[in-house]
Nanobody, 121 residues
Framework: QVQLVESGGGLVQPGGSLRLSCAPSENIFIINAMGWYRRAPGKQRTLVATITSSVSTNYADSMKDRFTISRDNAKNTVYLQMTSLNVEDTDVYSC???????????????WGQGTQVTVAS
């Protein structure tokens, strides 16, 4: 079973930076869109940023000036560089990918387990 493996979360002070990374646990035939979503306890998951295979990006308005999404297609990895973090950015951040695992498989969505980002002094 293919999984998305995330890393890079943790505790950071206000004004600090973190970089999240996410990649599939095994080789994938095609990865289309990748992205990051966030969710606070008891709330719905919301968009942070997405990036397509053609490197077209989309951001939540509140984050587009502070966060940068990128991908390394050779490594099948998506990154989220977060800067100027504030306490309101505290959440669980989950990786997303729409992938075709094998040539004969149907493209479908995959989600990571989530990585905690905590901004506190």
């Amino acid at each position: 079973q293919v999984q998305l493996v995330e890393s890079g979360g943790g505790l950071v002070q206000p004004g600090g930076s973190l970089r999240l990374s996410c990649a599939p646990s095994e080789n994938i035939f095609i990865i289309n869109a990748m992205g990051w979503y966030r969710r606070a306890p008891g709330k719905q998951r919301t968009l942070v940023a997405t990036i397509t295979s053609s490197v077209s990006t989309n951001y939540a308005d509140s984050m587009k000036d502070r966060f940068t999404i990128s991908r390394d297609n050779a490594k099948n990895t998506v990154y989220l560089q977060m800067t100027s973090l504030n306490v309101e950015d505290t959440d669980v951040y989950s990786c997303y990918a729409r992938m075709k695992v094998a040539p004969v498989s149907t493209p479908r969505e995959f989600w990571g387990q989530g990585t905690q980002v905590t901004v506190a002094s």
